[in-house]
């Protein structure tokens, strides 16, 4: 469960991507008898107050366990990427801090969850960690004010979440920065393709890590 003494956060997931890459849906895909979606619900509600998942129109999800208030939202349209999710999301939330991840990082890590919406309470709208010199947005804290922002950017046609970064306090946190909560990176991990979905497979074998 989350701490008290923590920041109110909503947990958003993104899940309506159309998984072209993996040939099948991702988020119904199982590491060690949990689906990606379970796996990545599960690390967010150790951080979060309340859980948000973001699906395809007309796409059911896989069944999920949280102890916590869970919310199914639908993309106002399928397969026009993920800041229509994240727009969709944020709608929902109740929470003055979102944490947005997709559903098919596996080794998140609520540690680097917890640093992120702590940098976004202490101010900073956009907070987004630096992975093998590059942005994350797909495992970043945002702030609920800034939807008239990302709300901004859909109406212009824009569909680039980095882009919505120019318009607001954006901060970005170094590897030097939040490697004391994933010393290793594992939270950046993603299954996209058959190929990734068997080295995480491998890894969580390999390492005997059962988060």
């Known amino acids: 469960m989350p701490d008290e003494s923590a920041p109110a956060v909503t947990g958003i997931v993104l899940a309506g991507g159309?998984?072209?890459?993996?040939?099948?849906?991702?988020?119904?895909l199982a590491l060690d008898g949990r689906t990606l979606l379970?796996?990545?619900?599960?690390?967010?509600?150790?951080v979060a107050q309340e859980i948000v998942v973001v699906r395809a129109p007309v796409r059911a999800l896989p069944s999920l366990q949280c102890a916590l208030p869970l919310h199914e939202v639908e993309d106002a349209v399928e397969g026009e990427g993920p800041l229509l999710g994240i727009?969709?999301?944020?709608?929902?939330?109740s929470a003055p801090v979102a944490l947005i991840v997709g559903c098919d990082m596996p080794f998140l890590r609520p540690a680097l969850l917890r640093l992120l919406a702590a940098r976004a309470a202490a101010g900073a709208r956009f907070?987004?960690?630096?992975?093998?010199?590059?942005?994350?947005?797909?495992?970043?804290?945002?702030?609920?004010?800034?939807l008239a922002v990302v709300d901004a950017h859909i109406a212009a046609g824009d569909r680039a979440i980095?882009?919505?970064?120019?318009?607001?306090?954006?901060?970005?946190?170094?590897?030097?920065?939040?490697?004391?909560?994933?010393?290793?990176?594992?939270?950046?991990q993603n299954?996209?393709?058959?190929?990734?979905?068997?080295?995480?497979?491998?890894?969580?074998?390999?390492?005997?890590?059962?988060?």
């Open 38 to 46: 379970q796996r990545t619900v599960d690390a967010l509600a150790q």
């Open 87 to 93: 727009a969709a999301g944020l709608r929902a939330a």
């Open 127 to 146: 907070v987004l960690p630096s992975y093998d010199g590059r942005p994350q947005p797909l495992c970043s804290a945002l702030r609920r004010d800034a």
């Open 18 to 28: 159309r998984s072209s890459h993996m040939g099948r849906d991702k988020a119904s």
């Open 162 to 188: 980095l882009a919505i970064a120019q318009d607001i306090d954006a901060a970005l946190v170094l590897p030097e920065q939040w490697a004391v909560a994933d010393p290793d990176g594992r939270s950046f």
């Open 191 to 211: 299954v996209n393709t058959p190929e990734e979905f068997e080295a995480a497979r491998a890894r969580l074998a390999g390492s005997g890590d059962r988060r």
